[in-house]
Nanobody
Framework: QVQLVESGGGLVQAGGSLRLSCAASGRTFSNYAMGWFRQTPGKEREFVAV????????DYSDSVKGRFTISRDNGKNTVYLQMNSLKPEDTAVYYC????????????????WGQGTQVTVSS
């Protein structure tokens, strides 16, 4: 079992930045690929970014590529999502998720989820 707790969400103006953190506990964090997803009311959960368990491979959705950066610190059991040049359409609840080893974009491939953190970008 892996427990995930997100933090760092909040209200920011368009063009601003936020850094989300996801702290993991339970199993060996370094064995897990870590993903970030987001969801707005009435919409499907959307893939944002993912990082391989080694940290050597990442993948981003086209909507955030070049603005968001995912990283991890296996010594601290934490994954980060640095979000720059935020837009109102980035407003959502952001979730981190974990799966063994390899990266994936589909949310149903992730067995472990955090509770989410709200990000609101005002125009």
């Amino acid at each position: 079992q892996v427990q995930l707790v997100e933090s760092g969400g909040g209200l920011v103006q368009a063009g601003g930045s936020l850094r989300l953190s996801c702290a993991a506990s339970g199993r060996t964090f370094s064995n897990y690929a870590m993903g970030w997803f987001r969801q707005t009311p009435g919409k499907e959960r959307e893939f944002v970014a993912v990082i391989h368990w080694t940290g050597g491979n990442t993948d981003y959705s086209d909507s955030v590529k070049g603005r968001f950066t995912i990283s991890r610190d296996n010594g601290k059991n934490t994954v980060y999502l640095q979000m720059n040049s935020l837009k109102p359409e980035d407003t959502a609840v952001y979730y981190c998720a974990a799966r063994k080893f390899t990266i994936a974009r589909l949310d149903n491939e992730y067995p472990y989820w955090g509770q989410g953190t709200q990000v609101t970008v005002s125009s």
